[in-house]
């Protein structure tokens, strides 16, 4: 991990070899200047307007100047909201993303044929859990809340989140994945309290839109980390998230995630539903819904419609995450594959959570091609595309589509002229 790590002040005494050749002679008279003029023009004599207002004082609100915004997924597919209001997929911006936390505000959603956000009055909303236990439960959110809670980091990542030639960013082929810190109840606390009968080996999740967000589990996921999740980064979940309350099943995909969670049912077997509609393909080949996901990882900086200014240092930076637990590490590629080194995690690793990486790299100003590849702490490693397709026995080819989901490395190709594309293209 630490094997990669350069020095820092050998890197900024040469300020010139910065990428764009900013020195830090200028990169000081602005920050002065910046100073010198704390407020906006006019701002002086509104401000006990501005004090009083809900954004300074209430809930607060980004800078005007950050402009980081989703985008409807696919671009120029349906649009969301349609003509009926009807919410679709919108995509996390990832290239401007830090850290590993989503911002509330930016993380992906996820509707299954659309949906009308329901407006739940958390006071009259209850969770019930019936079915194969001893006692069953209806709580209201009061009730819930009273239970001993965990707060954890997980990603969330739809089926949908694939990667294809005619995507132009990260945006577009990977933003439906996001991760959060959650908290919430384990929902093996709840099953302990109904007390779970011999035969219950599934439950059901349901949400409280019609007919949606129902899938079956095994009952194994919910003894083990299923959160009957509140939280989210801080405050209450987003109404898009699933307010009031969601399931959040680490590391299984997305569809799994009920939110508006009204009723968990334990079966004897797998239940087919709803979810699963859509879902079942023609091909045998092709899962209905998978659980575990991953290993993945993505270059977000630099990647695609980004631009170089020129020859010299660069971090590249990127996500990395496994449905199979934490991720062990992450190799990153600057020569189209050829080497493969070993990149540092900026993060702690956590268990089906994002964790971010980097790696320093000095572009000579040649055309290139720079991958990343993660390996998890089971020991899974992130496939490339052409060996996907060696598995199935097809042709090698870039724009192959990769059966189920798809967790195949991502090229980015850096043009002469410091322009980022998809590499599949
Ligand atoms: N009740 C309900 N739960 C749902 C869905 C939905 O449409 N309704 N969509 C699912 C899908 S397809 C995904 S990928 C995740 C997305 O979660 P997010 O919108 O919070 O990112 O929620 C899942 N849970
Ligand atoms: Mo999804």
Known sequence: ????????????????????????????????????????????????????????????????YVTSVRIQHPPGGRPSPDLFGKVFHVASPLQDSVGVITPSSLHYVATTRGSYMPDIDPKLHTLTIHGLVDQPLTLTMDDLKRFPSVTRLHFIECAGNRHTP??????????????????????????KECGLKG?????????????KGASS?????????????????????????GFPVRIIPPGFEGIFHTKYLRRIKVVDRYYMNYNDFGHL????????????????????????????????????????????????????????????????LKTTPQRMAHVRFGYPWTWDGNATEILSRAT??????????????????????????VPGLDNSVMPWKIAKDGGVTNGLA
Not at 217 to 236: F, Q, R, T, W
């Open 1 to 64: 991990m630490d094997s990669k790590r350069t020095n820092r002040r050998e890197l900024l005494k040469g300020g010139a070899a910065l990428a764009g050749g900013v020195t830090l002679g200028e990169l000081a008279a602005s920050q002065a200047q910046a100073h010198d003029h704390p407020m906006t023009p006019g701002s002086e004599n509104a401000s006990p307007m501005i004090l009083g207002s809900k954004e300074l004082v209430e809930y607060g609100q980004r800078s005007r």
């Open 217 to 241: 589990m095994p009952i194994s996921k919910a003894m083990d980390d299923c959160l009957i999740a509140y939280g989210m980064n801080g405050e209450a979940l987003r109404p898009q998230q």
């Open 376 to 401: 998890d702490e089971i020991g899974q490693v992130q496939a490339l595309r052409e060996q996907i397709a060696q598995w199935w026995n097809v042709p090698v080819e870039r724009n192959y589509r």
């Open 281 to 344: 393909r023609p091909d045998p080949k092709e899962l209905a819904l998978s659980e575990q996901i991953g290993p993945k990882s993505v270059i977000t900086y630099p990647s695609g419609g980004q631009q170089l200014p020129g020859r010299g240092f660069y971090e590249i930076s990127g996500l990395a995450w496994s449905g199979g637990g934490a991720i062990r590490t992450v190799e990153v590629s600057t020569d189209g594959g050829k080497k493969w080194n070993l990149a540092e």
């Open 199 to 211: 035969s219950a080996t599934w439950f059901v999740a349901e949400g409280a839109e019609e007919v």
């Open 166 to 191: 005619q995507q132009k960013t990260v945006q577009e082929t990977h933003g439906m994945t996001s991760c959060a810190e959650w908290t919430g109840v384990p929902l093996s606390t709840l099953l």
